[in-house]
């Protein structure tokens, strides 16, 4: 697993650290029972504090994107099982949300919107059809 921080993000580092891991399960780089790396060897290669590695760890059990077992470490979950569907809506909506308001922002329009999301689905090899 390799993480990497921009210190010149708005984003908090422990969302950065959140993000990167669902993006590794995403991509297949991280798959379900692969144990994580320990939150001092985490913070000892990113230079951060290790509160930080365990408030992002946090934030991705409370989403069911990892579990805990103790005294063995943080392991990917079995996502199929662990999301109900009204948890992972809530989730998604709310990302796209904020994606759709830092957009408007940005005076992008929803045309050229639309066409870099589609290019993310297809980078991801999203297909249409029922939700897992």
């Given at each position: 697993?390799?993480?990497?921080i921009d210190?010149?993000?708005?984003?908090?580092?422990?969302?950065?650290i959140v993000?990167?891991?669902?993006?590794?399960?995403?991509?297949g780089?991280?798959v379900?029972?692969?144990?994580l790396?320990?939150?001092?060897l985490l913070?000892?290669?990113?230079?951060?504090n290790?509160?930080?590695?365990?408030k992002?760890?946090?934030?991705?059990?409370r989403?069911?994107?990892?579990?805990?077992?103790?005294?063995a470490?943080?392991f990917?979950?079995?996502?199929?099982?662990?999301?109900?569907?009204s948890?992972?809506?809530?989730?998604?909506?709310?990302?796209?949300?904020?994606?759709?308001v830092?957009?408007?922002?940005?005076?992008?329009?929803?045309?050229?919107l639309?066409?870099?999301?589609?290019?993310?689905?297809e980078?991801?090899?999203?297909?249409?059809?029922?939700?897992?």
């Amino acid at each position: 697993m390799q993480i990497r921080i921009d210190n010149a993000s708005d984003r908090p580092v422990y969302l950065q650290i959140v993000d990167q891991v669902k993006r590794d399960i995403a991509l297949g780089r991280l798959v379900r029972d692969e144990r994580l790396p320990t939150v001092r060897l985490l913070a000892g290669q990113l230079a951060i504090n290790p509160n930080t590695i365990a408030k992002a760890f946090r934030q991705l059990e409370r989403e069911g994107i990892i579990v805990t077992k103790a005294g063995a470490g943080a392991f990917v979950a079995n996502l199929d099982s662990n999301l109900s569907r009204s948890v992972r809506r809530k989730l998604v909506c709310d990302e796209l949300e904020r994606i759709v308001v830092e957009a408007f922002h940005m005076q992008i329009d929803k045309a050229t919107l639309a066409d870099w999301f589609n290019s993310a689905l297809e980078k991801f090899n999203l297909v249409a059809g029922k939700e897992r």
